[in-house]
């Protein structure tokens, strides 16, 4: 069934509405070597929310400040309207060992520092980024939940972070009544499905909206990449070391099982009259427990791109054959519990399931 942006879908166990797909703001700057320019960055802004858009995505850190710095200056005139969720953990400084973490003294910093550079009052949603093992789980909820007493954050979710931990700080802000988390973001694609073996599972048990990032796998799901564009030693042909498309080489993306996910993609989208990005996206869009993926763009064309996966009607068939070159193995003991090993015993009226 077609979608717009402003077919808006409630976050997790929230009664927040957010539409089904994301704006990811780690494009507004080019200091990191890539991305858009300031008005490049409004005219993304603007076709977002002329359709209805209303959730961004951004961090304290994206861009080295530029993208909350733009996207507050943007969302200025219309701020109530506007679902901003930022994060915290990632080093602010340099040589600061405390201006980077998830504990307390780390997260009230990068707060102030986001809500400066938003030129807002308060963030609707505010992740935990970059789980770092170290500060206790009870310093990080509190933490959170004094931020929305204070009204300087309204929700909390978390991001890469272990599927247990995060159910067990779920399980914990519940017991304490302190504010639960309403989202998960992770990443999650038709070439990284591994989020289906804990983190998705438990996100819809615990009440998280799943909002995954690099859903077109850092653009290999686009069909712009082949086989000549990698090598064993991990360069790209043609590229500067500092491109992104040599970045998605080092990353591990541009593998021969991607690019034959990539290969089906393409085939989908040639038989719909659509792009590879629209088929990759409406998977994403579409699977359960997502609430919104996270989209990127640097020009306009690219964002309109995208926004086109939300009228992509996937059939049963093409689905099928899209699950199956990227399925992956959901180890133990998720693949016992789907095997033919489990059976159901009937006993009078009563089903048990058993191992066969």
């Known amino acids: ?41 409004r005219k993304l802004f603007d076709r977002y929310t002329e359709l209805g858009g209303n959730f961004f995505d951004t961090a304290s850190t994206y861009t080295n400040g530029t993208s909350e710095r733009l996207l507050g200056e943007f969302a200025r005139t219309n701020r109530d309207k506007m679902v901003l969720a930022t994060k915290y953990s990632t080093l602010r400084q340099p040589g600061d060992p405390n201006s980077g973490g998830t504990h307390r003294k780390s997260m009230l910093a990068s707060v102030e520092a986001s809500l400066r550079q938003l030129n807002t009052d308060y963030i609707d949603l505010l992740y935990v980024n970059v789980w770092d093992f170290r500060t206790p789980v009870e310093e990080i909820l509190r933490g959170l939940d004094d931020l929305v007493r204070q009204s300087k954050v309204l929700y909390v979710a978390i991001s890469s972070a272990p599927a247990w931990q995060v159910s067990r700080m779920q399980a914990i802000a519940d017991l304490r009544g302190w504010s639960p988390l309403v989202a998960l973001e992770t990443e999650y694609s038709l070439i990284e499905r591994t989020a289906e073996r804990d983190l998705i599972p438990m996100a819809r048990e615990m009440g998280l909206g799943v909002v995954p990032f690099s859903p077109l796998g850092g653009g290999v799901l686009t069909g712009k990449y082949s086989r000549e564009d990698r090598n064993q030693a991990g360069s790209v042909v043609g590229e500067t070391a500092s491109s992104r498309k040599s970045l998605n080489v080092a990353l591990g993306w541009v593998t021969d099982r991607n690019l034959a996910i990539a290969d089906v993609v393409k085939e989908v989208a040639s038989e719909l009259g659509r792009t590879p990005a629209q088929v990759a996206l409406a998977w994403t869009l579409n699977a359960p427990g997502v609430t919104a993926p996270i989209i990127g763009a640097r020009t306009i064309a690219q964002l309109e791109d995208n926004l086109g996966a939300l009228q992509v009607d996937l059939t049963p068939s093409q689905l099928a054959r899209l699950d199956e070159v990227s399925s992956v193995d959901l180890g133990n003991p998720h693949g016992l519990l789907a095997s033919d090993h489990i059976r159901t015993v009937t006993t009078g009226d009563m089903k048990i399931e058993t191992l066969g």
């Open 1 to 41: 069934m077609a979608l717009t942006l402003d077919t808006y879908r409630l976050l997790g166990r929230s009664g927040l509405r957010v539409s089904p797909l994301a704006l990811g703001t780690a494009t507004f700057g080019t200091e990191w070597g890539w991305g858009a320019e300031r008005d490049e960055a």
